[in-house]
């Protein structure tokens, strides 16, 4: 199975501070349809006006990982931590059996456009966890990149779920493939730029799911960045 799901079909909540384009139903967005894909849960692509942010709230047993496009979030959370992730950065909190946290827009002067992301663990009422890593442009061009993964290989950040996260920059001639192992799915994002996966083409906002397809292939790039899950 090779499914589109085409960025204009996508939930969208404009509040103001807040543009959001759901993947998934969420909040107020429902549809019966698009509740998740395998274990994938969530999602979102937010963008937030300067010095504007999401005030203090609780999370429980949902892996959350948060990827920007572009400028700078600003996250805290009740475990004490506090930073700031910009591009390059991934950042994984792991709700477990309660966690409070806030995310902001770091700057003043520009928005921040980034990837809200929930998979569902395969283990619940585990202690809270935060992690985040840092993987340069030239550790994703022309590849898909390892960034997130059950066993935390290759310097990913850890997911406690059956769920492995691959980014890759692709431009021009640059190609990049990922294998599926029997009874796996998969899920293609196009965070920005366009790319054809196995000859299906895509532009920002578009995804592709992916069922009892042993391999996905992406060529025919133009300043793309994508994320592939490989999913139970």
Not at 49 to 70: A, K, N
Not at 101 to 126: A, D, T, Y
Not at 151 to 168: C, E, F, K, Q, T
Request: glycine share 12%; with cysteine; aromatic share 8%.
């Amino acid at each position: 199975m090779l499914q589109v799901r085409k960025s204009a079909e996508r939930g969208h909540a404009d509040h103001g501070w807040l543009n959001s384009y759901h993947s998934f139903s969420f909040a107020d967005y429902y549809d019966p349809a698009h509740m998740g894909f395998g274990n994938l849960r969530v999602i979102n692509e937010d963008r937030v006006q300067p010095g504007m942010g999401f005030g203090t709230h609780g999370h429980r047993d949902m892996e959350i990982v948060s990827y920007v496009l572009e400028g700078a979030l600003e996250h805290k959370d009740s475990m004490g931590n506090g930073s700031v992730i910009v591009p390059g950065d991934v950042q994984r909190m792991s709700a477990g059996r309660g966690v409070m946290h806030s995310e902001f827009n770091h700057s003043r002067e520009q928005g921040v456009h980034f990837l809200q992301i929930w998979i569902e663990p395969n283990v619940k009422g585990i202690a809270a966890s935060y992690e985040e890593k840092r993987f340069e442009a030239a550790q994703k061009r022309g590849r898909l990149c390892l960034v997130g993964s059950p066993d935390a290989r290759d310097g990913s950040v850890l997911l406690h779920a059956d769920a492995s996260l691959y980014a890759a920059l692709l431009d021009g001639e640059e190609t990049a493939a990922h294998d599926f192992a029997p009874g796996r799915k998969g899920y293609l994002f196009v965070a920005r730029g366009s790319v054809a996966a196995n000859g299906v083409a895509l532009t920002a906002g578009d995804a592709l799911k992916l069922a009892d397809i042993a391999r996905i292939e992406l060529s025919g790039a133009k300043d793309a960045e994508a994320l592939l899950f490989d999913l139970a």
